[in-house]
C-alpha cells in the first residue's frame, strides 16, 4: 500500500520510515503537495538488475570523458 508524506515529516522520522519500508510499505513524498519521488523496498528477488557503481577516479585521477563511457555500453 502507498502512503503519502511530505518532506519535512520524512526528514524529521526518517528512521521511523526506514523500518516500515523495510516492512513492505512504499511512499510517495510530497512537496507542496506535488509528488516529488516514490520510496519503495527493494525486491530481494530481483534477477540482477543492479549496476555496477565504478569510481572512474581509479582508471585516470581527472576521471574519463563520457562519451568514452557511452561508447562502452
Known sequence: MNQIVGVKELRENLPAYADAVQDGKSFTVVKRSKPIFKIIPIDEDDDG???????????????????EVLNHL
Open 49 to 67: 538488475q543492479w549496476e555496477r557503481v565504478v569510481d572512474f577516479t581509479k582508471i585516470n585521477k581527472d576521471g574519463v570523458d563520457a562519451r
